[in-house]
């Protein structure tokens, strides 16, 4: 699929609700209870309603709505932080696009920069660290948020790296939990390298790690691995303060 309206074949959708059926009907558990999936992202929830998706899907299906990714939930206080931190002199501040409009108590992100703070959007933290690298002389603040994928086809995802040439990913190499070696996926007649096509697409996620590890060491790895766990403790903790 390359254009927006081939997301919106209906002959396209018929097929592959009809491919869900078929795989639906082999999996033995579905046949005693619903297969539970949750999507996490709030943009996701509203497609889903917007084009009745839950309504194609069979009965053996059940979506479970989450509570919305990292940007969805951000607190307004988390907002006012990056906020205080934007509007100091000499600070570059750069965050992804999607969290620009959150609002904090008084304005945006996207409101201070209108009103002169230096805030730039990137697709990557290894937009920031080449940020830093032209600016020496000022402090650049990336605005860590939990990695998601959730551009809904309308997003860039990050290009290569400019020094890719000096430092490369060197194919094929392992995942960062060393289970699997994973080497230049090919499509078709295409092959893909991140060192030169960038997060062409969702399935050069793992090539787009290593290169992050490469930049940025062990250490930034390590913490997105655990975003997960991390999400759901947040999720804990949110539970017990309701009760």
């Known amino acids: 699929m390359k254009y927006l309206d081939e997301f919106r074949d209906p002959e396209k959708a018929k097929a592959l609700i009809g491919e869900i059926e078929r795989l639906v009907a082999e999996i033995e558990t579905a046949r005693r209870r619903p297969l539970q999936i949750m999507e996490v992202c709030g943009g996701h929830t509203h497609s889903i309603f917007r084009y009745g998706i839950e309504e194609m899907l069979p009965d053996a299906i059940e979506l479970v709505h989450g509570p919305g990714c990292p940007v969805c939930v951000l607190p307004m206080g988390r907002v006012d932080d990056c906020l205080a931190l934007a509007e100091q002199p000499d600070v570059i501040f750069t965050t992804f696009g999607d969290a620009l409009r959150v609002p904090g108590s008084k304005k945006s992100l996207l409101q201070a920069k209108a009103e002169g703070a230096d805030v730039r959007i990137v697709y990557s933290p290894l937009d920031a660290l080449e940020l830093a690298r032209k600016h020496p002389e000022r402090e650049v603040i990336f605005f860590g948020l939990g990695f998601g994928s959730d551009i809904n086809g309308l997003h860039a995802q990050p290009r290569p790296r400019s020094d890719a040439a000096d430092n490369p990913v060197r194919y094929p190499f392992r995942s960062f939990d060393g289970g699997s070696v994973i080497d230049r996926q090919r499509s078709d007649t295409r092959t893909y390298d991140i060192n030169t096509d960038g997060v062409d697409h969702y399935g050069l ?17 390590d913490d997105l691995a655990s975003g997960a766990e991390a999400y759901l403790r947040l999720w804990e903790r949110a539970e017990e303060a309701a009760d």
């Open 205 to 221: 996620y793992a090539d787009w790690v290593e290169d992050l590890r490469l930049v940025a060491g062990q250490q930034i790895v």
